[in-house]
């Protein structure tokens, strides 16, 4: 069973930088391409970027992160990441990862001064 584990979060000023990691177990996520979402207080999940199997690693962002986030896959490691680089209040929110039905348990990521 495909379960998956978020990490990296944590409490970052404006403008500031986190990485956030998401490990897979149960599955080989070669395959397979895996989204990261978010959800702020109050507010729907929303995707935040997604990113295809390494035979070809297309990337997609959603229009408030790019230029700022970046996504990245280690399949040795079973693992995906998301880099994230001027951050703001409006990035505040729990980060989850996910593959068809499966979720981790998300990382809270808040930006504040």
């Known amino acids: 069973q495909l379960q998956f584990v978020e990490s990296g979060g944590g409490l970052v000023q404006p403008g500031g930088s986190l990485r956030l990691s998401c490990t897979a177990s149960g599955f080989t996520l070669d395959y397979s391409a895996v989204g990261w979402f978010r959800q702020a207080p109050g507010k729907e999940r929303e995707g935040v970027s997604c990113i295809s199997p390494n035979d070809d690693s297309t990337t997609y962002y959603t229009d408030s992160v790019k230029g700022r986030f970046t996504i990245s896959r280690d399949d040795s490691k079973n693992t995906v990441y998301l880099q994230m680089h001027s951050l703001k209040s409006d990035d505040t929110g729990v980060y989850y990862c996910?593959?068809?039905?499966?979720w981790g348990q998300g990382t809270q990521v808040t930006v504040s001064p």
């Open positions: 996910n593959l068809g039905k499966a």
